[in-house]
C-alpha cells in the first residue's frame, strides 16, 4: 500500500490561499526513517515568507468572508475538514507513516482518527463560547466577550505531526484566528495535505498558511510583530527559547513542552493489567511520546513478580517495518533521535544502573531501536531525570507511599503520572499530591480531547483540549456601558 500512495508536493508554501515557492529559494530533502531513504524535497520558507504569511492572515481576519462568517458556519467548515480526514484516513496514515516510522495502524487508529475528532470536536465549540454579563452597579450594563486573539503562530514536533497540527489549527480557526504553522522539518507531508483539504473546503484567503522550514522558520515566526500567539510543542529547550523570544513583543504563548512521567505500581495492583499499561505507556510511538511512563517505580514487596511478568511481555515486542502486521514497534524518527537514544543507554550503564533487557539496534535498515530495560536505576540518575524521547525505561523500588511521592515528583517536568492501585483513599490522595497536569490510575495515555492536557513546572504552559483549549485562542474583553 505504501507504494500507491502520490506524496503530496513539498516545493511550495501555502501562503495567502496560493501555492508559492519561497522568496528565497531553498529546500531540504525528507527521509523516511525506517528505510534511511529519501522522500520528497521540501521547500524551506525565510523570513520573507513568514512576513508574507503575516501580511495575508491580516488580510484575511479583516476579509468579509470570514470575519462576517456566522460561528456555526465556521463550525461546519471544520466538521467538513473531519469529514474529508476520515475519508482519506488509509492514505494520511500511509503518509503519517512513511514521515515519521510509526505503525501503520497506530497513525491509523491514534494520529488520524485523532486529527478528525479535533477537527469535529473544535467545530463544534465554534458558537459555544460566549461571555457574561456582571453584577456591577446597576446604572452601568458591563459586560465581557471573547474575541479571537488575531494571527495565531503554531509550531509543531515531528511525534504526531497531522494530530498535533489538528489540536492547534481546529480551536484556533473555531475561536476565529488566522493560523501559520509550521511543522517539523521531520514531518512535512500531512501538513501540506491538511492545507490541500482547508483549502478544498473554502477557508478564506490567508486565514491558514502553511510554512515548512527548520527552527529558523520558527524564530522568524516567534520575532515576527505581526504575530499575536505563540502554540508550540516541542523540546523544554526551544520551548524556553520561544518564551524569551515572545517576549520581546509581549505574544501570548503556550507551551506543551517535554516530560519524565512516573508510572507506579502498588503493592496491591492488578499486575496483569499493570503490566500491559506499563508496556504500552512507555512502547507506544517508540517512546516518543511527552507523556512517556519512562519512570516506573514498583513496591518492592511485588518487584520480582511485577518485573518477571513486564521483562515477559517486553521480550515479545518485535520492531519491524511499519507496515507489517508483525510489527509492534516501528523505527525512531531520525538519526538524531536513534543517536540521542543510544548515548542515553551509554550513559545509565555508565551511571551503574543495570541493562535488563534492550539497548540495541532493532534491525540494520532503519533507525530501529529495541525496547530498553533499566533497573536498579537511582532517582538521581540522568536517566531517571532526563526526557530520553525512546524506548527507554527506568526502573526501581520503594518502600512507602512517602517515598514514591517525593521521587516522582522531583523532576523537573510535571506533565503526567499514572498509578495502579485498587485503593480508593490512595488513589485519590496521591492523585492530589503529584506534581502534574495529567493523573492516571490503572490506565495509562488515556488522552480525550474533551480533557485539558497541559505541564506543571517545566513541561510547559497553558492547557490544550476541552473548553481550555479554545479558550486559549481568545482575549477577554470587558465592555462598561453607563445606561
Ligand atoms: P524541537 O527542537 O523542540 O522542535 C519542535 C519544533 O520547533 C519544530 O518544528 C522545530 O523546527 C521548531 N524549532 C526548533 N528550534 C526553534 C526555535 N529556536 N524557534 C522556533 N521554533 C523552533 O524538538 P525536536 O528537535 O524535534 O526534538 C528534540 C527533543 O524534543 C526530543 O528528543 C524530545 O525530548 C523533545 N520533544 C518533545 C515533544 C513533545 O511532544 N513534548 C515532541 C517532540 C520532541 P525543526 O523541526 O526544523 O527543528
Ligand atoms: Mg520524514
Known amino acids: 500500500m505504501e507504494n500507491d500512495i502520490a506524496l503530496p508536493d513539498c516545493t511550495r508554501l501555502f501562503i495567502g490561499g496560493h501555492w508559492e515557492e519561497p522568496a528565497v529559494a531553498a529546500s531540504y530533502t525528507n527521509e523516511n526513517p525506517a528505510l534511511r531513504k529519501g522522500l520528497c524535497e521540501v521547500a524551506i520558507a525565510g523570513e520573507k515568507d513568514v512576513d508574507r504569511a503575516v501580511k495575508a492572515a491580516h488580510a484575511g481576519l479583516a476579509s468579509k468572508e470570514w470575519a462576517g462568517l456566522p460561528a456555526a458556519d465556521r463550525g461546519r467548515l471544520l466538521w467538513k475538514v473531519g469529514q474529508i480526514i476520515r475519508e482519506r484516513a488509509k492514505e494520511l496514515a500511509t503518509l503519517e507513516s512513511l514521515d515519521t516510522g510509526k505503525l501503520y495502524v497506530e497513525a491509523l487508529y491514534g494520529d488520524i482518527e485523532n486529527a478528525a475528532g479535533a477537527f469535529e470536536y473544535y467545530g463544534g465549540w465554534s458558537n459555544k463560547i460566549t461571555g457574561q454579563v456582571l453584577p456591577v452597579p446597576p446604572r452601568f450594563l458591563d459586560y465581557t466577550r471573547r474575541e479571537a486573539v488575531g494571527v495565531v503562530g503554531a509550531i509543531i514536533p515531528w511525534n504526531f505531526p497531522l494530530m498535533m497540527a489538528a489540536m492547534k489549527i481546529a480551536p484556533a480557526l473555531a475561536m476565529g484566528n488566522a493560523v501559520i504553522l509550521k511543522p517539523a ?7 501540506v495535505v491538511l492545507a490541500r483539504i482547508l483549502e478544498e473546503v473554502g477557508l478564506p484567503k490567508g486565514i491558514l498558511s502553511v510554512l515548512t522550514g527548520f527552527g529558523d522558520t520558527g524564530k522568524a515566526m516567534v520575532a515576527h510583530p505581526g504575530i499575536d500567539n505563540i502554540t508550540f510543542t516541542g523540546s523544554t529547550a526551544v520551548g524556553k527559547a520561544i518564551m524569551r523570544g515572545c517576549a520581546d513583543t509581549l505574544k501570548r504563548v503556550s507551551l506543551e513542552l517535554g516530560g519524565k512521567s512516573p508510572n507506579i505500581v502498588f503493592e496491591d495492583a492488578d499486575i496483569k493489567r499493570a503490566v500491559r499499561g506499563v508496556t504500552t505507556g512507555i512502547y507506544y510511538n517508540q517512546g516518543q ?57 551509554e550513559l545509565g550503564q555508565k551511571e551503574g544502573a543495570t541493562l535488563a533487557l534492550g539497548g540495541t539496534p532493532g534491525g540494520s535498515e532503519g533507525y530501529f531501536f529495541r525496547p530498553t530495560v533499566f533497573t536498579d536505576v537511582q532517582p538521581h540518575h540522568r536517566i531517571a531525570q532526563e526526557e530520553i524521547f525512546g524506548p527507554v525505561v527506568a526502573t526501581s523500588t520503594f518502600k512507602t507511599e512517602e517515598e514514591v511521592l517525593a521521587v516522582a515528583n522531583n523532576v523537573s517536568y510535571g506533565l503526567a503520572a499514572g498509578m495502579w492501585t485498587n485503593d480508593l483513599a490512595r488513589a485519590h490522595r496521591m492523585a492530589h499530591a503529584l506534581k502534574a497536569g495529567t493523573v492516571w490510575v490503572n490506565t495509562y495515555n488515556a488522552m480525550w480531547r474533551e480533557s485539558p492536557f497541559g505541564g506543571y513546572k517545566q513541561s510547559g504552559h497553558g492547557r490544550e483540549g476541552g473548553q481550555d483549549g479554545a479558550e486559549l485562542y481568545t482575549e477577554v474583553k470587558n465592555i462598561c456601558i453607563s445606561i
Not at 522539518?185 to 501538513?191: G, I, N, V
Not at 519512570?295 to 515479545?316: C, G, P, T, W, Y
Not at 508483525?326 to 533521535?337: D, F, N, W
Open 185 to 191: 522539518e521531520q514531518t512535512p507531508l500531512t501538513a
Open 289 to 345: 511520546m511527552c507523556t512517556a511512563g519512562s519512570r516506573v517505580l514498583v513496591h518492592e514487596s511485588i518487584h520480582n513478580q511485577f518485573m518477571d511478568a513486564f521483562l515477559a511481555a517486553v521480550k515479545e515486542i518485535e520492531t519491524g517495518s511499519p507496515f507489517d502486521k508483525t510489527s509492534r514497534m516501528g523505527s525512531l524518527v531520525s538519526k538524531e533521535q536513534f543517536d540521542r537514544v543510544s548515548s542515553y543507554v
